[in-house]
């Protein structure tokens, strides 16, 4: 199976930059997503990696180790609307299915 | 344009009902997917549909039915509601066509089984 780990809470200010962790276990892996959810809503997608390396949108970035199975999501220049709920989830082979971790809740103070 | 659309948007249900959580995407996408949300558990996969006419089972099956009769509906049924079912679902989908496995997620049901 697969299974995800990633901080529970972390903390920031306004204007500062944030990094949230995620180490997985799995077999056949095949990417690392990032979701982003708001207190009440829906998820939605923020990011994905396949391959090693930086993926950056904006404000947001991505990295990718798949040899230390670790992965991070980069958060700059925070905004009062970044404090969400930051979920990685990892697709395993094939199957379409994703494997969210527990979810780091981001407040950024001002 | 409506995305993916869940209905009840909210429902208190008693004990041993039975219950239908409705889900309809106008996206044309191949697959969908019903997670269950806990308080600290993350999103935690029910069932899964890759395509219209099959299903398949996730991490926390038990207790739940899905059908997947056309592309845009993937109901999700409790045949006997418990307490340990509250929770809120989300359905989501994704396009199979390739890319990112980007899934879009519905609103959410916020199910209460007393």
């Known amino acids: 199976g697969q299974s995800l780990e990633q901080p529970s809470e972390v903390t920031a200010v306004e204007g500062a930059i944030v990094q949230i962790n995620c180490t997985y276990q799995?077999?056949?892996?095949?990417?690392l997503s990032w979701y982003q959810q708001h207190d009440g809503g829906a998820p939605t997608f923020l990011s994905y990696?396949?391959?090693?390396g930086l993926e950056e949108t904006g404000r947001f970035s991505s990295f990718l180790s798949r040899s230390d199975s670790y992965g991070y999501l980069l958060l700059q220049e925070l905004q009062m609307k970044d404090s969400a709920s930051y979920f990685c989830?990892?697709?395993?082979?094939?199957?379409?299915?994703?494997?969210f971790g527990s979810g780091t809740q981001l407040t950024v103070l001002p | 344009i409506a995305g993916i659309t869940q209905a009840p948007t909210s429902q208190i249900l008693a004990a041993g009902r039975r219950m239908t959580l409705r889900c309809t995407q106008d996206?044309?996408?191949?697959?969908m997917y019903w997670y269950r949300q806990d308080l600290g558990l993350g999103l935690r996969l029910i069932h899964y549909?890759?395509?219209?006419?099959?299903?398949g089972k996730g991490e926390v099956p038990d207790g739940y039915s899905v059908s997947r009769a056309n592309t845009d509906d993937f109901p999700l049924t409790l045949a006997s509601a418990v307490p340990s079912q509250t929770s809120v679902y989300f359905c989501?989908?994704?396009?199979?066509?390739?890319?990112?496995?980007?899934?879009?997620f519905g609103p959410g049901t916020r199910l209460t089984v007393l």
């Open positions: 989501a989908s994704s396009d199979s066509a390739g890319g990112p496995d980007t899934q879009y």
């Open positions: 799995t077999s056949g892996f095949y990417g």
């Open positions: 549909s890759n395509t219209a006419g099959t299903t």
């Open positions: 990696n396949a391959l090693d």
């Open positions: 996206m044309r996408h191949n697959a």
């Open positions: 989830a990892v697709r395993a082979g094939s199957a379409r299915q994703l494997t």
